[in-house]
């Protein structure tokens, strides 16, 4: 059974940091390019970033360049995404992806409020 389960979501001020998680399983992890998207209310669902599966050169939004870091451990068939100088456009049930060239698999999210 494929399972992605995202964690690490929450409430944030405006300026700070979150880091997100992604638990796989059920899957052969190591060979799935991983991403990270994004649905804001009324808005559609967008890429923020990518990662291939050997964990070489990763791609992300321009709204989060420089801002959030995508990572990989195939070991522990974990992806992350590392958020920081969070901003209230940010604000979003994020996602995470799981893609082969035959398939794709989703996490059910996890919200993100960036508020003071």
């Known amino acids: 059974q494929v399972q992605l389960r995202e964690s690490g979501g929450g409430l944030v001020q405006p300026g700070g940091s979150l880091r997100l998680s992604c638990a796989t399983s059920?899957?052969?992890?190591?060979?799935?390019?991983m991403s990270w998207y994004r649905q804001a209310p009324g808005k559609e669902r967008e890429l923020v970033a990518g990662?291939?599966?050997?964990?070489?050169?990763?791609n992300y939004a321009d709204s989060v360049k420089g801002r959030f870091t995508i990572s990989r451990d195939n070991a522990k068939n974990m992806v992350y995404l590392q958020m920081n100088s969070l901003e209230p456009e940010d604000t979003a049930v994020y996602y995470c992806?799981?893609?082969?060239?035959?398939?794709?698999?989703w996490g059910q999210g996890t919200q993100v409020t960036v508020s003071s």
């Open positions: 990662i291939p599966s050997n964990g070489g050169s990763t």
């Open positions: 059920g899957f052969t992890f190591s060979v799935f390019a």
């Open positions: 992806n799981a893609r082969s060239q035959w398939i794709k698999y």
